[in-house]
DNA sequence: ATATTAAAGACTCTTAATATCTTTAATTAA
DNA sequence: TTAATTAAAGATATTAAGAGTCTTTAATAT
């Protein structure tokens, strides 16, 4: 069981696009060149992204993609629930419901979806910077 | 991401293991027909168990499976591991080392399965049977 | 009107999970 | 020692999801 690739190159764009001087629109065509991967694909990725309300994107010249205004509180869960859909790690698919495994896979899973939650990606993005000067 | 339906599979066959009179081996048919699986699906994740030291087999006529020894100290992650091997729910496949983004997500796991270590078996088990009273 | 760029859809390829069948090896009991 | 029983192992088939590409369409700026 793994986090697909896409959540991580989502959560590296999403960090990146944090660092971008405010209201300038990156294009896919840099993104997928900062992370060696086709523009097509990322784009699939960057959709879902602004699906989601994460990032805004306009067409056209001079278009790309932006943060979405609410930079600072944009954790680690909502970048992942954007990707990876809002599925449990863990289902019975014996007992229809209440399982005693399941609860016990259910409540370590909530455990982690709050630290995830609790984590935002603008501090990342700050240590990222920090780190390169 | 979601955990295999083995594990779920494997976790439900370790705890009616635990339920069974000491010393007790029980026939993979009966194990199958109680999760309404085939039998040689079963096997294969009975076999992961056995090489994971948590069952023992026995070959041959009134052979089986029964729960290893140290019954009171199976953890929910012990079942995990066998089932699902130890790999991490998350690797950035961009950064070598140190990749601030994989560190929040290696933290949250760490955590998560923390706790499922500190989860025994035994008191699911425990707990199935009084609530069968 | 033209160039640029994102979105959407169809499609392919690869990998992992799920599952079955057959053969082999080990054990018990007659 | 033979027959019956049961797990282990290997080969193989099937399915589902992830990863990735290509083409067409829609929106925007100059």
Redesign the pocket.
């Known amino acids: 069981?793994?986090y697909?690739?896409?959540?991580?190159?989502a959560l590296h764009t999403m960090v990146h696009l944090m660092l971008q001087p405010e209201d300038s629109?990156?294009?896919?065509?840099e993104?997928a060149e900062m992370q060696h991967?086709?523009?097509?694909?990322l784009?699939?990725i960057?959709?879902k992204l602004?699906?989601a309300g994460l990032i805004e994107?306009?067409?056209?010249?001079?278009?790309?993609?932006k943060i979405s205004r609410k930079k600072h509180e944009i954790s680690f869960l909502d970048v992942i629930h954007a990707t990876?859909?809002d599925t449990s790690l863990f289902d019975c698919s014996i007992h229809h419901e209440g399982c005693l495994i399941e609860n016990v896979m259910r409540q370590a899973e909530e455990n982690m979806k709050a630290e995830l939650k609790s984590k935002l990606l603008i501090n990342i993005a700050k240590e990222a910077e920090a780190k390169q000067k």
């Not at 697909?4 to 190159?9: D, E, W």
């Not at 991967?37 to 694909?41: E, K």
């Open positions: 069981m793994r697909s690739n896409a959540t991580n190159y629109a990156v294009g896919v065509q993104l991967l086709s523009p097509t694909y784009s699939k960057l959709t602004a699906k994107s306009t067409p056209g010249a001079k278009g790309g993609y990876e859909g």
